[in-house]
Each structure stands twice: as structure tokens, then as C-alpha cells.
């Protein structure tokens, strides 16, 4: 992806920095851990600091000291998870703020305004995403809204730096996935995005929707699942023809004590690693790897030190931009097929009990 800020090579996983700032880990760390993008969040900026803020700043990349690209969400997954604090109609979305009840309105051009002021490289267009399971009227209602909502924002007039991509709804629902594929991308974005999966579906069922839905999406554009970050679903989702991923599971798992391995997450608080010097993940040539023992860890979680939240935060990134960029290597060289069946992953999402 050629971006205002830079290159991304795909495929690729994108830390969030929900309110500009990417939880435990500072933007050289995050270069340290290979991270090429970054993800915020429209809805907590617009709350906090505001746009205004950002814009005396210099901008997003100037306020949070981030200088290579940034994706923006919409606050589309704040129409799901913040619904007991909203009201949807087919003009927008109102919002009482959860900071101090204040109200506040999104509508498509407000929202595609916004990303362009701050100057986001990559800027989703305002969704309905709905939660799973879902009746067929709230998925045909979530697809209408977005495909109309996509049509509008295409119509604010653009700014060079930011590049809008459109997403993809329809839940578990093949027909309606392929109309709202079908609505969106002929508005030609360019990129998009498959939303309303990690949101009470089964595993496999976000698997074969993913499969499904990317099939029916530009091959030369990006195609970005959202709200995905284990090692085992972004592997298959990449087999699935899947190009970018965000999620805050990797520092949410590592302020938790849990590290990301591919035989499987360990459980810092577990008493087996109290007098365990061995490194965390002996495969893994990251900082935290190399210097750290999980006797080390494992102290400093029970001592409730910032220093354990930090080093996991940092080596669960971290190796998870490493898998991308053996995936990445693996393409070129046109391996794919064998790297998959080599790159395993534990079925529990625990090791050590």
C-alpha cells in the first residue's frame, strides 16, 4: 500500500492506538517490533482530545510522534459496542459520550470529514456493524446503511493524503455479503474492508465468511479483515486472500500477563514459571526474548510492576509482525502452501494449564 506516510507491505498487522496511542508500547518500540501502520479510533478522538487539539498539534502524526502511516476506524464497531449509548437512524448515529454524557452526532461526512483533518493516511467510511446472532432484518438494515453511508462519504470532496475504504456487512448472511461486496465496490475505494466478523460468531464460521466475502472483493486492492489478531485467524485468513488486520489482543493479552507463542499463549501468573530461567519464547530474537527470563515475568506481573505489561506488549507484537513478514517472504517466494502447513499453531489458546 503506497501511503501518504510511507509503504506498507502486505500482508501486515496493525497495532491499535485507539486514542493515538498504541497501550504499554512508545512509537520506537513499536518500529523496534516491526509495526508499519497503526490504527485509531474517529469516535475516541472526536471525544478526546478533540479535533481541534489534533489540528494545533500538526496533526495526528506530529501529536502522537508517529511518523509512518495510520488507519483511522470510523467509530462504525462503536455503533455495536456502545449501543445502549446511541441512537441509529438512516441520516447518522448520536452518541452519548461515555466520558460525561454528552451528546454527539456522526453522520458519513462528519466522520469522513474528520479522518481528513487530522490527516489519517487510511480513513474507514461510517458502518452499521451489528452483533452476532443477528435477525435477517437487522443484517439487511446494517447493509443498506452501509452501502448508502459508503455512497455518501464518496462524495465529500478529497484531501490527497487520506485514501477512504468502504466495508464490507451482511454478518453470517452469503447473499446479503455479496450484495453489500457487489454495492461498495462499485463505488471503486480504494480499499475494503470485511466488518461485522469477531462479534459472537463461531471461529468457523468467521473463517468461511471471511473466505467467502474476500473472494468477492479487488484482488489488486487491499482487503482488510478488521478486529482480528491471533496468529492462528490471521493465518488463515491470509489463505483466505486477506491482506491487513488489527486488533488489541496483543497488548490487551500482554498488560494480562499472557504471551503470544505459536505452540500457544503462556500464562505469566502461572506458578510453573516462578523459578523458570529459560527466555520466554526460545524461537523469538525479540528485546524482551533475549534479555528476559519468564522467571523475570513472571515477577514482576505478581509484583504488579509496569515493566511485565510493557515487555509482553512488546514481544507479543513483536511476534506477530515477525509471522507477517515470514508470511510475506513465504508468497514471494511462492511457498505459501508449504509455509501454512508447516506454521502451526496449538488448538488450545493455552500451553501451560
Known sequence: MQLAHGTVETPCFMPVGTAAAVKALTPAELLAAQAQIV????????????????????????????????????????VFSLESRRRLDDDGVTFASHLDGSEHRFTPENVAEFQQRIGSDVAMVLDVCVKL?????????????TTAWARRAAAVPARPQTKFFAIVQGGLDLELRARSA??????????YAIGGLSVGETRDEMYATTRRTAALLPVEKPRYLMGVGTMRDCVAAIDAGVDCFDSVYPTRCGRNGRAMTRG?????FNAR???????????CDCSTCTTYSRAYLAHCFRS???????????????????????AREAIEAGQWGRFKARTTFAQSSQIDG
Not at 495526528?60 to 467509530?75: C, E, N, Q, V, Y
Not at 457487489?182 to 480499499?191: K, M, Q, S
Not at 500457544?264 to 505469566?268: A, I, K, P, Q, R
Not at 511485565?308 to 509482525?321: D, E, M, T
Open 304 to 326: 504488579k510492576e509496569m515493566l511485565g505489561p510493557r515487555l509482553l506488549s512488546y514481544h507479543n507484537v513483536y511476534a506477530l509482525n515477525a509471522l507477517m513478514c515470514e
Open 133 to 145: 446472532p443477528a435477525s435477517s432484518e437487522q443484517l439487511e438494515r446494517a447493509v443498506r446503511l
Open 273 to 283: 514459571f516462578v523459578a523458570d530461567f529459560t527466555p520466554l519464547d526460545p524461537s
Open 182 to 191: 457487489r454495492e461498495v465496490v462499485e463505488l471503486d475505494f480504494p480499499g
Open 264 to 268: 500457544g499463549e503462556l500464562n505469566m
Open 39 to 78: 490504527l485509531a479510533n474517529t469516535y475516541h478522538l472526536w471525544l478526546r482530545p478533540g479535533l481541534d487539539t489534533i489540528e494545533a498539534a500538526g496533526g495526528i502524526h506530529r501529536f502522537m510522534a508517529w511518523d509512518r502511516p495510520i488507519l483511522t476506524d470510523s467509530g462504525g464497531f462503536q
